[in-house]
């Protein structure tokens, strides 16, 4: 018995919409998920609860790269956790410190910080999965290519998952720009950048 040019599309086609449909599902997932994670994070991060935030958002293996700078050259440092000290010096326990409580909604969009006249582009906490520098990745590329560095393996795949699977989220009240990160079926917190808000350069 022949099929008809119907079923016969439907047979070819049919697998091919189910797993656009669970693709698509997981992807709505997943941010989701981001939107809890980063609800959880203002929470935690505004009551001063940096343990939580070791515990619940930080993946062991990765640690988090504090990406900052030192006189005019960025550089990063990989910790296995933020400190629980609330230290007066500008740090990324401070950074994190500072975040604040919100009801502004997440929005989708890039901003960007003008150190000319010490302001955002616009205002509210943002989500992109657009990654600017400072990557970690580029400040290993100038290191390596202009005073010798090397880096272990594991940290530049480490580096690599982290930039190929992260979103932005900024907070512009309080100048935080962090990398929640894709891993095992969870985000965690993997990156502060303290580098694009410091205009001393």
């Keep these: 018995m022949k099929l008809s040019h119907f079923a016969l599309f439907t047979a070819l086609v049919a697998p091919l919409l189910i797993g656009h449909a669970n693709a698509a599902e997981t992807e709505s997932q997943k941010e989701r998920l981001f939107k809890q994670t980063v609800s959880q994070f203002i929470q935690l ?10 515990r619940q958002m930080i993946y062991p293996p990765y640690g988090i790269i504090d990406v900052y700078r030192i006189g005019v050259p960025n550089t990063f440092t990989i910790v296995p956790q933020i400190s629980e000290e609330k230290l007066k ?8 410190l500072s975040v604040q409580a919100t ?61 190929a699977n992260s979103i932005r989220l900024v907070q512009t009240q309080s100048d935080f720009i962090g990398y929640f990160t894709w891993i095992n079926q969870r985000w965690y917190l993997t990156l502060v950048d303290r580098v694009t808000t410091d205009c001393s350069a």
């Design 45 to 54: 991060a505004s009551q001063g609860d940096i343990a939580a935030i070791n």
């Design 89 to 96: 010096e500008w740090s990324i326990t401070q950074t994190i």
């Design 103 to 163: 009801t502004r909604p997440l929005q989708e969009g890039y901003v960007e910080y003008d150190c000319d006249n010490i302001a955002w582009s616009d205002h509210g906490l943002f989500m992109s999965k657009q990654l600017h520098y400072p990557l970690p990745s580029d400040i290993q590329d100038f290191y390596m290519h202009n005073e010798g560095a090397s880096y272990p393996p594991e940290s530049q795949s480490q580096i690599n998952n982290i930039e």
